[in-house]
């Protein structure tokens, strides 16, 4: 500010210095002191002094001189120099550079922590998953795992996520959850958490060839329970794709001839058939004389089980390929832990119109919720035996949905077997044959208007009303698909 005050004076002196000398010069003219011509003399007034407003001050502190940048208008310095009219001059407030990043934006990260609570050890020791952008050049992974001294396994783009999922071993001693949150603290990851471990749930050992034959199929309880055989008038079915997410099925089986539309291994060891897998998909979309609940339906074959064990990152894997593919029904007869990224994938399908049923657990009664029974976008299936009792070993929980048989089930097994069994992975096959039967009758229902019509149409159970043990009650399958639709007359 002084600087250009002392500006404006200068400029003053000089204009005036000027101005007197052309004075003068025009005085020695007029006496003939020059060379040039003769000018008559022209009387000249004196030149007012110079005024400058007061200088301003500080609102905040009077005694201190206002300076540009404290958030008011300078009033600027006003020159006279007559005859001409006043000048102001403002010097221009000068805003601070905005420093510009030419860095890539990170990607969404999740705020809570993926390392495992405390106590929980259902996980793979020396793994680790974590997500980064499918943007992400090798030269930033392989330098992200060289700093955290991890290595890599195999790694997985998600449709569900948009991100590509990286199965890490760790190869010293250090902790699953402190390898989690170093690489937390990475700007390029995503998420991270451990590589969790789920069981299917099957609590009774299959007796395959022994146990039943396609002969016993007048001893089968459920479907009467379900009211199946009704349900058929409406619906059975019919181009409905039902993933079923668990060990590996026998697609030759004489009750799967035809059932089964696509497979997929999310395993790198090689698929074999395996009893549970093949009984899930018989009681969903068994044909014969030991009929699935829904006979018309097409099984997406998602292997993500090696025997009774499966891991988070093969039911990501086998989930992204089951959407990709069409799933409008998803299986889930397995339980496990509370894990951060099924929970993202599972929410981004159910968005896409994907119902998701879930076997609530066989760990009993004093057991925590189970997963993925107990997220909020899944439904909860728990069994009931012959009596419409509870099966002992069943999972409580105020997450429970609904009750489907599922004591002493008959099923398909491998090699052209059958098998007596069971748990809540088969009441949770019930109930996928029952929601296959209601997309067909009505394919643009959500996931939550298919839930709400579900457990509406049960039949009681239990203490009165929705309790922890029966969920809404026993489903009825003819109730569910005909509330509320005429889907009979698109059946005739």
């Known amino acids: 500010m002084r600087t250009y005050r002392q500006a404006g004076l200068l400029v003053i002196a000089v204009a005036g210095l000027a101005f007197t000398a052309s004075d003068a010069g025009a005085q020695n003219m007029h006496r ?37 940048g404290w958030g008011h208008v300078h009033p600027g310095i006003i020159v006279t120099i007559p005859p001409r009219g006043p000048y102001v001059y403002d010097p221009p407030v000068r805003e601070p550079a ?7 934006p990170p990607p969404r990260r999740n705020t809570a922590s993926g390392a495992p609570p405390g106590g929980e050890r259902r996980f793979v020791p020396n793994e680790v998953i974590v997500g980064v952008a499918n943007t992400a050049s090798q030269q930033s992974i392989a330098a992200l795992l060289r700093r955290n001294r991890v290595t890599e396994i195999e790694r997985q783009p998600l449709q569900l996520s948009g991100t590509t999922m990286l199965r890490l071993r760790i190869p010293d001693r250090r902790s699953v959850a402190s390898v ?11 998420a991270a958490q451990p590589n969790y471990l789920f069981r299917l749930q099957q609590q009774d050992s299959p007796k395959d060839g022994a146990g039943a034959s396609q002969d016993d199929a007048g001893a089968d ?26 060990s590996g099925i026998d697609a030759s089986h004489p009750a799967l001839t035809g059932a089964v539309a696509d497979r997929f291994n999310a395993l790198d060891t090689p698929e074999k058939p395996d009893a549970h897998g093949t009984g899930i998909a018989g009681i969903i979309a068994g044909h014969g004389r030991q009929p699935g ?11 993500a089980f090696d025997g009774r064990e499966g891991t988070s990152f093969s039911i990501r894997k086998g989930l992204d390929w089951a959407v990709g593919n069409g799933a409008r029904v998803i299986n889930m007869s397995f339980a496990g832990p509370s894990d951060p990224g099924i929970a993202r994938s599972l929410a981004a399908a159910s968005k896409k119109g994907i119902v998701l049923v879930a076997a609530a657990g066989n760990a009993g009664p004093k057991s925590p919720p189970l997963y993925p ?8 299936v728990t069994a009931t035996d012959a009596d419409d009792k509870l099966y002992p070993q069943s999972n409580r929980g105020r997450h429970v949905a609904i009750a489907a048989p599922g004591v002493d089930i008959i ?74 639709e005429p889907v009979a007359a698109a059946r005739n």
């Open 221 to 246: 309880y459920a479907a009467a329970k379900l009211r199946v055989a009704l349900a058929h008038s409406l619906a059975n079915g019919e181009n409905v794709l039902v993933a079923v997410i668990d």
């Open 293 to 303: 609940v829904a006979p018309a339906a097409r099984i997406l074959a998602v292997r």
């Open 32 to 68: 003939g002191g020059g060379n040039g011509p003769t000018f008559s003399r022209v009387p000249t007034r004196p030149m007012p002094p110079v005024t400058q407003p007061p200088r301003p001050t500080r609102p905040d502190r009077p005694d201190r001189p206002h300076r540009p």
């Open 98 to 104: 905005v420093r510009q990043s030419s860095r890539r």
């Open 411 to 484: 099923a398909p097994g491998p090699d052209a077997t059958y098998q007596v069994a069971s748990g809540t992975s088969f009441a949770a096959a019930k109930i996928s044959g029952v929601v296959a039967l209601m997309v067909q009758g009505k394919p643009e229902r959500s996931p939550r208007e298919v839930r709400s019509a579900l457990t509406a149409s049960a039949k009681d159970l239990g203490p009165k009303g929705v309790d922890e043990q029966f969920g809404a009650g026993l489903a009825d399958a003819y109730a569910a698909v005909s509330a509320g």
């Open 180 to 190: 989690v949150r170093a690489l937390e603290a990475e700007r390029m990851v995503a």
């Open 373 to 380: 029974a107990a997220d909020p976008n899944v439904i909860a």
